[in-house]
């Protein structure tokens, strides 16, 4: 295995692990912003306030995205394993 291929799998790899975070990031922090603006509108400071809507928003997410991220992770396991011959050489 050569430096250029092995420099291409790392990239494959981070690529991949932003692609598939990035929706249920961008969910907890959307929600996030949401629950703390309304916190200090209205001065509630309740700590559940803002858990309990985030672990929903990240759960559906997950539930809707589910599909597409597991198809996302199975194209790379299979050209990661695709790559295994070339790394014995």
């Not at 598939?20 to 959307?30: E, M, R, S």
């Not at 803002?50 to 928003?57: D, G, R, T, V």
Request: proline share 6%.
């Amino acid at each position: 295995m050569n430096q250029e291929s092995a420099i291409e799998m790392l990239r494959s790899l981070i690529t991949i692990s932003l692609l598939v975070n990035t929706p249920i990031i961008g969910a907890a922090v959307i929600v996030g912003v949401v629950i703390s603006l309304l916190q200090a509108v209205t001065s509630i400071q309740e700590p559940t306030l803002s858990f309990a809507p985030k672990l929903i928003a990240i759960g559906a997410v997950i539930i809707v995205g589910a599909p597409w991220m597991l198809r996302q992770l199975m194209d790379f396991t299979i050209f990661f394993i695709n790559k295994i011959p070339e790394m014995t050489r």
